[in-house]
């Protein structure tokens, strides 16, 4: 009675199949929301600061008709200090998109002379 090998997978399907895997958990990655992503906003006075759910966008608006100037002042995940202005109290809202990549990751509401609000994570 002769005994039965088990027979071995070639060594470059193992290969191309681990190289794959690593490329598709790297794409997913890179595209991937965070687990704990959430609209939120944030407000000096009546004025409003709001980022949405992806984190890629964010918004000011001017909810003072009071001649103080208001903007969004906001930190990503590879710069620092980037801005948004409010276009007044018209009711027009501010916007920046940061796409995909490098996302929101704190903001605040500012009004010139009077202050900002503290930050907020993301």
């Given at each position: 009675m002769t005994a039965t090998r088990p027979r071995l997978k070639p060594m470059r399907n193992t290969?191309?199949?681990?190289?794959?895997?690593?490329?598709?958990l790297a794409f997913a990655t890179l595209f991937a929301t965070p687990a704990h992503a959430h609209a939120t906003s944030?407000?000096?006075?009546?004025?409003?600061?709001?980022?949405?759910?992806?984190?890629?966008?964010i918004?000011?608006?001017?909810?003072e008709c009071d001649a103080n100037h208001v903007y969004a002042q906001f930190d990503t995940d590879f710069t620092r200090d980037r801005k948004v202005h409010a276009n007044g109290c018209r009711g027009e809202s501010g916007h920046s998109h940061q796409g995909?990549?490098?996302?929101?990751?704190?903001?605040?509401?500012?009004?010139a002379s009077v202050g900002c609000s503290p930050y907020k994570n993301a």
């Amino acid at each position: 009675m002769t005994a039965t090998r088990p027979r071995l997978k070639p060594m470059r399907n193992t290969a191309l199949g681990a190289v794959a895997t690593v490329a598709a958990l790297a794409f997913a990655t890179l595209f991937a929301t965070p687990a704990h992503a959430h609209a939120t906003s944030t407000f000096h006075g009546q004025d409003k600061a709001w980022i949405n759910v992806t984190h890629a966008d964010i918004w000011v608006s001017d909810g003072e008709c009071d001649a103080n100037h208001v903007y969004a002042q906001f930190d990503t995940d590879f710069t620092r200090d980037r801005k948004v202005h409010a276009n007044g109290c018209r009711g027009e809202s501010g916007h920046s998109h940061q796409g995909v990549v490098d996302r929101i990751i704190r903001f605040r509401v500012c009004e010139a002379s009077v202050g900002c609000s503290p930050y907020k994570n993301a």
